[in-house]
């Protein structure tokens, strides 16, 4: 099975040694995305502007591996606030407003360049 690094501009570069996420057989891994704004490397304001961003973030990155939001399968959630779960939740229906993949969602003591949520997900190539 091959193995295949994804890669895009339209996602912030990572801040680490990883990939913003792997390709291998139908499967796509992408790693958790920050609310940075992919030109400027910048945490975007506020939790719904982060979330909106992350999910943004991740979008592209599944967009240059051929495949969409439309065809994840699981999603994990990372928080520094459990309190923003309800305003977490309301954006995200907004980005997967139909059968909704498998997710999880922890609270966490910080998230790399002080940002307030992180997404990952598994997605399906089309």
Known sequence: MNREVVVTQHA?????????????????????QLGLD????QLREGLEAQTRQALDNLSAVLQ??????????????????MAAFPTVNAIYA??????????????VAALP????????????SQ
């Open 12 to 32: 912030p570069a990572a801040v680490g040694p990883y990939s913003q996420a792997i390709q291998t057989g139908s499967f796509i891994f992408a790693s958790g």
């Open 38 to 41: 992919p030109q400027n490397g």
């Open 64 to 81: 240059a591996a051929g495949s969409s939001l439309s065809q994840v399968v699981k999603t994990t959630i990372f928080l520094v606030d």
């Open 94 to 107: 907004e980005y997967f407003p139909g059968d909704p993949p498998a997710r999880s969602t922890v609270q």
């Open 113 to 124: 360049l002080g940002g307030l949520i992180e997404i990952e997900a598994i997605a399906l």
